[in-house]
């Protein structure tokens, strides 16, 4: 009987959203009771219910005082491997570790506690895999200058270098976006500590031999590139000796693959980088041989980020405007917070095209803008500002 009172009081808070808060009060005070009973009686059934009905009352509610205290022994329980009851308990008390990630207003003690489980549960290797990945996701969003520190990147760098050896196709995008939210947050913590990661991925392309794989390498390695040129100049020399051979490996590695990138903000992350090797000296004379198909490359860029609803606007599609306070849920918020750091949600598109093309005029002279391909020439012309 209280299995089905349980299930019923679960699908209402799955359903009701805002109104469970009607009966949140109640619940929260008789959970600690009905958890301790079915522990007790070891009731692998019954709290697995419990945990699916916590799960669905942060879902919709949010936390509150009072059941964030239940949560935290409930996710250590389910998931430290030590205990027999994350036999059974694992998958639902993932499911509410993530939903308690999502919804908690800061890091605390707490949460910094239970990271502790989080690490080992990658060798698992099997379907929880993906929730785990969203919790440590969760956890570079709300705790970057504590798990990006020095101290503890290199914990974070080995588990990334780990997972990229298990992680399966469906959730390599997700895999490949923790990587650059790291670079992004914490670029100088990360770079130095995270090239082992890029490098293996850079080995692996040939191995692989699948473009799922290869762009999201050309994406972070131009996550580097527009954080530090020299740093990415230290990755790929990891993989030939000579600088600027590898830098012209590197862009044929671009151009060849550009095509296959379907993630738009993976695009005008490669894009940005390709404009800022071209403005820097040391990388500008490699890229030059190729600035027909660089042009192609970026012109195609500014067309598709500018043409919203079928039209060619002023606008970029993918930068941000608005108030990051007005975002309520909280990761959401911390989510909104990091892209205000990304210039691929700062920057407009058309007017950093501008700016490259302005400079390399200045530096290299107009001749070098007349010897492209004459459409080129002309749909450059035409999107300057």
Same mark, same amino acid.
């Given at each position: ?30 959970? $600690?009771?009905?958890?301790? !009973?079915?522990? !007790? ?18 879902? *919709? ?5 009072? #059941? ?12 430290? &491997? *030590? ?36 690490? $080992? ?27 990006? *520190?020095?101290? *503890? ?14 992680? @399966? ?17 914490? $670029? ?7 090239? @082992? ?42 993989? &030939?000796?000579? @600088? ?32 800022? #090797? ?8 490699? #890229? ?35 108030? @990051? ?52 020439? &002309? ?7």
């Amino acid at each position: 009987q209280r299995l089905l009172i349980i299930d019923a009081l679960t699908n209402m808070g799955n359903q009701l959203n805002e109104e469970a808060h009607k009966f949140k009060g109640a619940l929260v005070q008789y959970i $600690p009771q009905l958890w301790e !009973e079915a522990t !007790e009686q070891n009731n692998n059934l019954l709290t697995a219910r419990i945990v699916d009905m916590m799960n669905a009352l942060v879902t *919709s509610t949010g936390l509150s005082e009072g #059941l964030e205290e239940i949560i935290v022994p409930v996710v250590k329980l389910g998931c430290d &491997q *030590s205990n027999e009851a994350s036999v059974y308990l694992l998958e639902n008390t993932l499911d509410l570790w993530l939903s308690y990630m999502e919804n908690a207003g800061e890091c605390t003690n707490d949460i910094q506690d239970l990271f502790s489980l989080l690490l $080992p549960l990658f060798d698992l290797g099997d379907e929880s895999l993906l929730v785990c990945m969203r919790i440590f996701n969760s956890y570079i969003l709300i705790a970057p200058n504590e798990l990006l *520190s020095e101290q *503890s990147v290199t914990v974070v760098a080995n588990a990334l270098e780990k997972l990229l050896d298990v992680v @399966p196709r469906r959730a390599f995008q997700l895999f490949s976006n923790m990587v650059d939210l790291c670079i992004l947050l914490c $670029p100088q913590e990360t770079i130095p500590v995270f090239a @082992p990661v890029l490098v293996s991925m850079l080995n692996a392309i040939t191995e692989k031999g699948e473009s799922y794989f290869t762009v999201a390498t050309v994406m972070l390695l131009c996550r580097v590139a527009l954080r530090s040129i020299s740093a990415l100049s230290s990755v790929l020399s990891h993989v &030939q000796e000579d @600088p600027l051979a590898a830098l012209d490996d590197f862009i044929d590695l671009i151009l060849e693959q550009f095509d296959n990138v379907t993630v738009k903000k993976w695009k005008k992350v490669i894009a940005l980088a390709v404009l800022t #090797l071209l403005e820097s000296e040391d990388t500008r004379d490699v #890229l030059m041989n190729r600035l027909n198909a660089l042009m192609s490359l970026e012109i195609g860029t500014v067309i598709n980020l500018h043409t919203i609803a079928r039209e060619f606007k002023e606008e970029d599609s993918l930068v941000l405007s608005g108030d @990051p306070d007005n975002v309520n849920d909280s990761e959401a918020h911390r989510v909104y917070l990091a892209c205000m750091t990304d210039p691929v949600f700062t920057v407009i598109m058309r007017e950093q095209f501008t700016t490259t093309v302005n400079f390399l005029r200045e530096q290299c002279g107009d001749e070098v803008f007349q010897a492209l391909d004459e459409a080129i020439a &002309q749909q450059i012309q035409d999107l300057l500002l």
